[in-house]
């Protein structure tokens, strides 16, 4: 379990779950090394910021913060959806080399690795309720690179007995942080546009299921994962427990936004869909490690209620 005296390594501090996380680790007054690849390098007690590219090969740096932490967390990764057909092997080589390299070096030792993953592996419309055992479909380079790491996690977990597991989150949201605002929070800019126009359109009926889980559980359940490594899957699901409709989801961002602002909020069906992944479907409930002995803080309303206040 992650105490006072272990030596916890944050690739990707700079992201949404990795701020949360980072906040939520620092209570336990261990040494965290958080790396990133664009701010700049500082240190400060116990808590330490490394500017570093994790995708450089032959990287003597990225080996050394390696070797010297007990827990990694591997929350970094290119988080565009699609890659150029033509530069695709490359997007691909910056997810599994990196995640391969990290295996190798904490194979025969008791590191843990944690990896942030994605449900949307599973693809559009997959058979629901979606468990461990769902077969993958991938659809964009951005799945088609998850997907390959988590086999990489399961290979390294059954037949290496490397201390390692794969989290796969439901769709991730919280308050916009000072770092990254730019990234792809689908709820954050959704409510952008509701406070700016009054009025949102969803795509086709809104009736494709979605899963909705706040960044604070998401870096709970990275440490819960950890401190529980040895009773877990290689494979996890990180969702929450709340299954529903888009067209749910937004009118309960609307009605929350209407109870704050006093404002009537309109929401329009039957926008044109755009992209493959506009009417993605994910129905499902978090794998039993999130289930027993785990709190969620946030439901869906309460959540949202938040994030309308914070605006």
Partial sequence: MITDDSKVLILGSSGQIGQELLCQLKKFNCR????????KSKSNNNYFDIQ?????????????????????????????VMADPDKEIDYLEKW???????????????????????????????????NEHTVEDPLTS???????????????????DVNCT??????????????????RRVINKILN?????????IVSDGEYKRNYIHVYDAASML?????????????????????????????CLAKNYENVFNKKIEIKLGLEKKFITDTRSFDGQPSKIFQVGFKYKYTLDEGFKELVKSI
Avoid: M, W
């Fill in 32 to 39: 965290i090394t958080c790396v990133n690849r664009s701010l």
């Fill in 52 to 80: 570093l590219d994790i995708s450089d090969k032959c990287n003597k740096k990225l080996e050394e913060v390696i070797r010297d932490n007990d827990y990694i967390f591997h929350l970094a990764g290119d988080t565009s």
């Fill in 96 to 130: 599994i080399s990196p995640l391969h390299n990290i295996l190798n070096l904490i194979t025969n030792t008791n590191k843990v690795l944690i990896f942030a993953s994605s449900v949307s592996v599973y693809g559009v419309n997959p058979q629901f309720p979606v």
């Fill in 142 to 160: 951005y799945d088609t690179a998850k997907t390959c790491c988590d086999n990489l996690i399961r290979y390294y977990r059954n037949y290496h």
């Fill in 166 to 183: 794969s989290l796969r989150f439901s769709n991730v949201y919280g308050p916009e942080t000072s770092v990254g605002n730019d990234s």
């Fill in 193 to 201: 546009l509701i406070h700016k126009n009054k009025e949102i359109s």
């Fill in 223 to 251: 440490i819960q994962g950890a401190d529980n490594i040895s009773k877990t899957s290689p494979v996890l699901i990180a969702c929450s427990k709340e299954n529903y409709s888009f067209k749910e989801i937004i009118i």
